[in-house]
């Protein structure tokens, strides 16, 4: 299957392994910019895998290797005199359990521009607001910017973590589950903020739900013990695959 | 997942049941054209309630398991063709209700024969009627590559009997209110035939996922 577009990211032919377990087998996959890319895929099957090598956080697990090109803007990710932390912020990361620091909503927002070197107050005070904004969440929190994060609601602490990874103006954000401990109804909020920050932004999306992915995409990659055996435009993923392995497994015959 | 499996697989069977119903009035209307009888076109009249039923269940079976289990990929498309095609059928059964509601009145008009043309007509329709309901069965879709050119023929023989029966009506005026009858049942035909196309079009796509044209 050809698809011409404009990749943001490339990941061409990855191998991965942990150790001397091989878990990724020559994935290729395009992240198209402005668009939302979801994997689907029974557990154990390389999608964190997958998300979690896109910006290097598989480097902090020891005995991972990583074989292949991960394209990002052209250059590759894993090349020498890449800066991993400049990655990372180019390429945001949420995962399936909020995680927001114990601090106050303000300081959750501004720890990374801190990090990064601004120091401007009035800067500062900007990046909270827009970055509370652009996550749905500043009229929830405007009162309480100074009140500990950690008691907001579970959907509100997960916006926060997207607010907290805007604030360092990424281009890509990757999600690992990021509605599984939600209800449905901040799952319903964090959906629609998806297809918001897509405007601006790139989603890369691991997800089990599959109406989710359906509903919020715009490709789909199935992936099965490692390999990534289809990649297409979602509608057709979900209405008529071409594999009859993706077919069997987002029908729920098996996984 | 077995459950819904297995309720799958009963909508299915049931919505086979429903297109072996529409086959045998479409079958029993034709003959009941050509032997010009009453009583069998009486039965088909009779079966059309049965046909409305039929298409009121199917459909609340259909959005409860589209409800319950939100099918996907190639099951969503059986629940979707299946909601799709039986409004097809119904209306085919209507027609066929329609022949044999003519086939009455030209029976007690005395009319002892069918004209040639939509006898031709009556069995085209049959054939393709069955075969979008073997095919809705054993899911072989490559007996539609021949649906397309009998189409075209029911059409064709549509306007044939359309100037014959005009010719008839011209020479004599008091034939006209059977011609009318007789061109009445060549449009049910006509019909028919296109809705099995539409049909079979839908049929196609829920096996390969492919949209196609055929008529």
Partial sequence: MVIIMKNIIDIQNV???????????????????????????????????????????????????????????????????????????????????????????????????????ITDKDELEG?????????????????????????????????????????????????????????????????????????????????HNMQQAARISDYTGFMYIGEMVEFDKTEKIFQSPSKEMTDRYISGRFG | MKRFIEDLNNLVGTANGFGDLVLSMA??????????????????????????????????????????????????????????????????????????????????KGVRRSYENISAMGDLAVDMVRMVTEAMKDRDISRFEEISAKDQKMDGLRDLVLTKAVEHMSRDPCCVDVCTYFISISKFFERMGDHACKTAEKITYMVNGKRVTYN
Avoid at chain 1, 48 to 62: A, F, H, V
Avoid at chain 1, 131 to 158: I, P
Avoid at chain 2, 41 to 62: F, H, K, N, P, T
């Fill in chain 2, 27 to 108: 079958e029993r209307s034709v003959y009941a054209l050509n032997n010009l009888d009453a009583d069998m076109a009486r039965s088909v009249m009779d079966d059309y309630s049965q046909v409305d039923y039929m298409d009121g269940l199917i459909e609340d079976e259909a959005l409860r398991i589209l409800m319950l289990f939100q099918p996907m990929v190639s099951d969503m498309r059986v629940v979707a063709v299946i909601l799709k095609t039986i409004t097809y059928m119904e209306r085919i059964g209507k027609y066929c209700h329609n022949v044999a509601k003519a086939v009455i009145y030209l029976s007690e």
């Fill in chain 1, 127 to 207: 990046i909270v607001e827009k970055s509370l904004r652009e996550a749905a969440l500043w009229d929830e929190v405007k009162d309480r910017l100074d009140k500990s994060a950690m008691a907001l609601s579970g959907g509100q602490q997960q916006r926060l973590c997207i607010a907290r990874t805007l604030s360092v103006s990424p281009e890509v954000i990757l999600m690992d589950e990021p509605t599984s401990a939600l209800d449905p109804i901040a799952t319903s909020k964090i959906e629609d903020l998806i297809t918001e920050l897509v405007k601006e932004y790139t989603v890369v999306i691991v997800t």
């Fill in chain 1, 15 to 117: 191998n991965l392994w942990y150790g001397d377990h091989q878990a990724l087998y020559d994935v290729s996959m395009p992240v198209q910019k402005n668009k939302v890319t979801a994997l689907i895929g029974p557990s154990g099957c390389g999608k964190s895998t997958l998300i979690r090598s896109i910006n290097r956080m598989n480097d902090l697990i020891d005995g991972c290797r990583v074989e292949g090109r991960m394209m990002f803007h052209g250059e590759d990710i894993y090349g020498p005199g890449t800066d991993v932390i400049k990655v990372r912020k180019k390429i945001g990361m949420i995962f399936q359990k909020p995680n927001p620091f114990p601090m106050s909503v303000r300081d959750n927002i501004t720890y990374g521009p801190k990090i990064h070197g």
